[in-house]
């Protein structure tokens, strides 16, 4: 059995001709691509090394590998980015060889042969990330080195990393749309310490995440989060925290909850209002 989501494949190869374009779904990649290649060169220096990129994609990170000097080959399931990836090379005339292969059938034909095997942001996208784990450090030589990255499962990355990405992109939305909204907290979550610093942070993910996916999910669990949240505002006075002995988590309840006040703001209604308000000036 191959180890892959047909549903993560379909995504990316409906993305995958805009997958040069800095400006377009990517461009989280393309931002991050100068910071990755300094990491890895840093680490294993690249230049005269036989390197692996497994789950290359359009090939932005294995082409950026090869322009430093290595010998790169860009390994993925999905055709049509591993298409786009062979037309760029036409562009940068790069050394660089693509195939269409699971790193677990590379493992089991060339076991031991790379000096260096990169997986960046593959792991969250198949369903035994651990199984590729293992390929990638059997595809490396004795000594060489296997560089791994991956979003973490925590509520900080899932802000960080999904919520806040920018703008209503297809990729985000379908994802928050089939793999999120059943996970998300039906309403105001009770804790022991932390109370309402956590929900107000959570209710601003529930409403960024309602703007990127229109799933109706995400706004009910906001509006339920935020109708306890701004009783309990107005019965403090303006003052979340649990603890009012506590300045710090008073203050993180209180910055999480203006954010999350302004979460459903989108740059077009923003702009609205401004004309609106500038209209009215006059």
Same mark, same amino acid.
């Given at each position: ?133 293992? &390929?990638? @450090?059997?595809? #490396?030589?004795? $000594?060489? =080195?296997?560089? +791994?990255?991956?979003?973490? %499962?925590?509520?900080? !990355?899932? &802000?960080? @990393?999904?919520? #806040?990405?920018? $703008?209503? =992109?297809?990729? +985000?939305?379908?994802?928050? %749309?089939?793999?999120? !909204? ?22 601003? !993910? ?77």
């Amino acid at each position: 059995m191959i180890n892959v989501d047909p549903l993560e494949i379909e995504k990316f190869s409906q993305l995958a001709h805009r997958w040069w374009d800095p400006g377009a779904e990517f461009k989280p990649l393309h931002d991050i691509n100068p910071l990755r290649l300094d990491y890895i060169d840093g680490i294993a220096g690249l230049r005269g090394r036989r390197v692996l990129d497994v789950g290359c994609g359009g090939g932005i990170l294995t082409e950026a590998m090869a322009a430093r000097g290595a010998r790169v080959t860009g390994i993925d399931l999905a055709d049509k980015p591993l298409k786009v990836a062979q037309l760029h090379l036409l562009e940068s005339k790069l050394p660089v060889d693509y195939e269409a292969i699971s790193a677990e059938s590379l493992a089991a034909r060339e076991p031991g042969r790379y000096d260096v095997v990169t997986c960046m942001e593959l792991l969250e996208h198949v369903p035994d990330p651990a199984s590729i784990v293992a &390929a990638c @450090a059997a595809l #490396a030589r004795p $000594g060489g =080195t296997v560089v +791994v990255s991956t979003i973490s %499962r925590t509520l900080k !990355a899932y &802000a960080l @990393a999904v919520i #806040a990405a920018e $703008g209503p =992109t297809p990729f +985000v939305g379908a994802w928050l %749309r089939e793999r999120v !909204a059943a996970l998300v907290p039906q309403g105001f979550t009770s804790r022991r310490l932390d109370e309402n610093t956590w929900n107000a942070c959570a209710a601003w !993910a529930l409403g960024r995440a309602y703007v990127i996916s229109t799933d109706p999910i995400f706004m009910q669990a906001y509006s339920d989060t935020m109708d306890e949240l701004e009783r309990r505002d107005a019965d403090r006075d303006g003052a979340l925290a649990r603890d009012k002995t506590v300045r710090a988590a008073e203050t993180a309840a209180t910055f999480y909850y203006s954010l999350a006040v302004d979460a459903l703001v989108t740059p077009e209604s923003a702009s609205a209002a401004q004309v609106e308000a500038g209209v009215r000036g006059r």
